[in-house]
């Protein structure tokens, strides 16, 4: 008997096998396995598949298919954010788009725009999504003695609900070549609301350091309560201290090895500094310069335009850990939310607001990325 009778065979008793109780289902199998020839196990298992009909894919057209190119623009703005971070932030994008006479959607394809979820975004967008991959080294080393009279912290330490409490960091734009003098960016983040600024500077001395900190400090919306840092040696000096005592900042360290203490910052050294300005060497005053034009940019778009989702709780049960993030908004929506923001204040960056068209900065934001 050839392979196609056996396979009819089997088929002509799917539907009584179906049907039958168990002890029915045994006498089945022992009356095809005398006709096949099979083993009763595979005869198990083939007879509840019906063989040799192949199964017919149930395809459904998506109602955001009619959306799609304007999802598209929508993302391309957004940085190719993910489902979750992308879609809190389509209206944003929809009414400054809308403002400045960048884009023009139906009553329709606003509603759909509105309604559509992050998993069918990540869905649609599936096929132009393309992830950048290259990672740098680290150009961390560890600092002198003076850090052992600097406290110690972990992430569970700060004051997650007020702004003002800031991770910092720097990173490298050495290209690879650590030798000579080249540019550093100071890299900060707000804890509570994910406010985020640059500064960048020529090599990492500690009067550098903290003329840049001073330059960020002056930017910030709100009041620089306290910092915190790892174990690089650029942080641990007594220019910083000074500083920080000066002006009444809270000044401590992660633990060393430890990059869990620090998440934030570790997260927008990539998602922010290494996105937009690259891993190449940067070691003239006229790469400065332009960084800096660019880092002015890119404080309104990332605070104003890009989401982020923060830690609301982290618990623990044995070797699992299990982490539930916030609703992702912009750090702008954050501090607009926030009771420890004053009403002036607020005032102030809903005009900011106002003036801000998120495809002209992303536009200038990459010109100033390219003359890098």
């Known amino acids: 008997m050839s392979k196609e009778e056996k396979l009819a065979v089997v088929r002509a008793f799917v539907p009584e096998y179906k049907k039958a109780v168990k002890k029915g289902k045994g006498q089945i199998l022992t009356q095809v396995l005398e006709l096949t020839g099979y083993s009763r196990k595979h005869l198990m298992e083939i007879l509840v598949k019906v063989p040799g009909k192949k199964k017919i894919k149930r395809v459904r057209f998506s109602r955001y298919l009619k959306i799609l190119d304007k999802l598209k623009k929508l993302w391309a703005i957004s940085k190719y954010s993910t489902g979750v971070r992308f879609v809190p932030v389509i209206p944003t994008y929809l009414d400054s788009l809308e403002r400045f006479g960048e884009l023009s959607v139906t009553l329709e394809e606003r509603k759909l725009l509105s309604a559509i979820s992050p998993s069918t975004v990540n869905r649609l967008l599936k096929t132009e999504r393309r992830k950048l991959t290259l990672k740098g080294r680290s150009?961390?080393?560890?600092?002198s003695l003076l850090k052992n009279q600097i406290p110690i912290h972990t992430w569970r330490d700060w004051d997650n609900s007020k702004p003002g409490f800031t991770e910092i960091d720097t990173v490298h734009h050495s290209g690879g070549n650590p030798s000579g003098e080249y540019i550093h960016t100071l890299d900060t983040t707000d804890v509570a609301t994910g406010w985020n600024e640059c500064a960048g500077l020529m090599g990492r001395g500690e009067v550098g350091?903290?003329?840049a900190l001073?330059?960020?400090r002056r930017r910030l919306p709100f009041k620089l309560l306290g910092i915190d840092f790892d174990s690089g040696g650029?942080?641990?000096?007594?220019h910083l201290v000074r500083y920080s005592k000066k002006h009444r900042i809270t000044y401590t360290r992660a633990r060393e090895g430890y990059?869990?203490?620090?998440p934030y910052i570790e997260q927008q050294n990539y998602s922010v500094v290494r996105t937009y300005v690259g891993y190449k060497r940067l070691d003239t005053q006229r790469q400065l310069r332009i960084l800096n034009k660019l880092y002015q940019k890119l404080s309104d778009y990332q605070n104003f335009f890009q989401s982020v989702m923060r830690l609301k709780e982290k618990i623990r049960n044995g070797a699992h850990v299990t982490r539930r993030y916030d609703k992702a908004k912009t750090a702008y929506q954050r501090m607009l939310g926030s009771p420890d923001i004053s009403e002036e204040?607020?005032?102030k960056l809903k005009e900011r607001y106002l003036t801000l068209n998120p495809k002209k900065l992303l536009e200038e934001i990459t010109e100033l990325a390219r003359k890098l």
């Open 139 to 143: 150009g961390t080393k560890p600092g």
């Open 234 to 238: 650029e942080f641990v000096n007594w």
């Open 214 to 216: 001073g330059k960020i």
């Open 209 to 211: 350091l903290v003329k």
């Open 259 to 262: 990059s869990n203490d620090q």
């Open 345 to 347: 204040v607020k005032h």
